[in-house]
């Protein structure tokens, strides 16, 4: 549910802005547009057992894998990449194996001016130290300042521009 939650919250700025909790959170309606949006999934560890990972393990995982990785994310052509868990470790390999001039603006978004494209570094989904509500409102502010900062990105983006 988080997740669709904030992948509907991220494609769907009406007039570039971002939609506050209470219009978005819509189990119905996420789940019908999940199910339909444009999406792929990442596995970054390639192995699917429930653990939890270190860090460490994690950028193991990742360097192992790092050939295929950046293939299927440069294969994907996407607009927003969301790096979801890892503490980082999915934002900094990036950074180094295919968006290089990957920049942050701010604590949830960075930017490759040279490709247009935004990652959006967050929680886990399963993450429940915070409420729905609070992870969603503060990607959305920090979302809500990058559109700021980049102008046309939303228009370029969401599912309704």
């Not at 295929?68 to 868990?85: K, N, P, R, S």
């Not at 701010?106 to 609070?134: I, M």
Request: one cysteine or more; hydrophobic letters at 35%.
């Amino acid at each position: 549910p988080n997740l669709e939650l904030w992948v509907y919250g991220l494609m769907n700025t009406p007039g570039g802005k971002t939609l506050p909790f209470g219009k978005a959170d819509d189990q119905q309606r996420l789940q019908a547009f999940y199910e339909s949006a444009p999406i792929a999934r990442v596995n970054c560890r390639k192995q699917a057992d429930g653990k939890v990972l270190s860090k460490a393990a994690m950028q193991k995982h990742m360097e192992n894998y790092a050939d295929l990785l950046a293939e299927q994310v440069a294969m994907y052509d996407a607009d927003i990449v969301l790096c979801l868990g890892g503490q980082g470790v999915i934002v900094d390999f990036l950074r180094r194996h295919v968006y290089t001039d990957l920049r942050q603006v701010n604590e949830h978004c960075w930017h490759s001016p040279s490709t247009g494209v935004l990652a959006v570094r967050h929680y886990h989904p399963c993450y429940s130290v915070y409420s729905r509500k609070d992870m969603y409102t503060s990607l959305m502010r920090d979302y809500q300042a990058f559109l700021r900062e980049v102008p046309g990105f939303a228009g370029r983006r969401s599912a309704e521009g």
